[in-house]
């Protein structure tokens, strides 16, 4: 076999880093999810409370970005504004009990993608490419790579 380009290599990335959000956007417009609001949805199950400069920091977004899907999160009745007490000028995003309802639906959509896309890989493979895309993130970050076994299992 040839020699592979690292441009091609890197288009395949893309591609199917593309195609994964597009299948899971799929997957959560069923539950009147759109895409990108899962992350949030999750990101406040996992530390609730967080400002939206905090949330736009995690997630790698700009503040405007996140003040909109927030506005329509809490319109959908998932998620709540409270002023915070220590500053006025801050609020804090919190899931409401229907939020924390549709967490099990987003981590749902979330393992059925996870089981199309590694239809046929071994948990070997899945640790093998795991360990490969976290040291193109450490690259393309400039930070230090985070070694898999710090990361939970994977499943098959």
Same mark, same amino acid.
């Given at each position: 076999?040839? %020699?592979?380009?690292?441009?091609?290599?890197?288009?395949?990335?893309?591609?199917?880093?593309?195609?994964?959000?597009?299948?899971?956007?799929?997957?959560?417009?069923?539950?009147?999810?759109?895409?990108?609001?899962?992350?949030?949805?999750?990101?406040?199950?996992?530390?609730?409370?967080?400002?939206?400069?905090?949330?736009?920091?995690?997630?790698?977004?700009?503040?405007?970005?996140?003040?909109?899907?927030?506005?329509?999160?809490?319109?959908?009745?998932?998620? @709540?504004?409270?002023?915070?007490?220590?500053?006025?000028?801050?609020?804090?995003?919190?899931?409401?009990?229907?939020?924390? @309802?549709?967490?099990?639906?987003?981590? %749902?959509?979330?393992? %059925?993608?996870? %089981?199309?896309?590694?239809?046929?890989?071994?948990?070997?493979?899945?640790?093998?490419?795991?360990?490969?895309?976290?040291?193109?993130?450490?690259?393309?970050?400039?930070? @230090?790579?985070?070694?898999?076994?710090?990361?939970?299992?994977? @499943?098959?």
């Amino acid at each position: 076999m040839g %020699k592979t380009k690292k441009s091609a290599v890197m288009n395949r990335l893309q591609s199917a880093a593309r195609l994964s959000r597009t299948v899971l956007a799929a997957k959560l417009n069923g539950h009147g999810f759109y895409a990108g609001q899962d992350q949030i949805m999750l990101a406040l199950n996992q530390d609730d409370g967080l400002t939206p400069g905090q949330l736009a920091v995690r997630l790698g977004v700009r503040p405007p970005t996140i003040t909109k899907t927030i506005n329509r999160l809490q319109a959908q009745g998932v998620l @709540e504004k409270k002023p915070s007490l220590d500053d006025a000028r801050q609020a804090h995003i919190s899931l409401t009990d229907a939020g924390r @309802e549709t967490i099990r639906d987003i981590e %749902k959509s979330v393992r %059925k993608l996870d %089981k199309q896309a590694f239809k046929g890989f071994d948990k070997k493979e899945q640790k093998a490419l795991a360990k490969l895309l976290a040291r193109i993130e450490a690259n393309l970050s400039n930070s @230090e790579v985070v070694e898999i076994d710090d990361e939970p299992d994977l @499943e098959d």
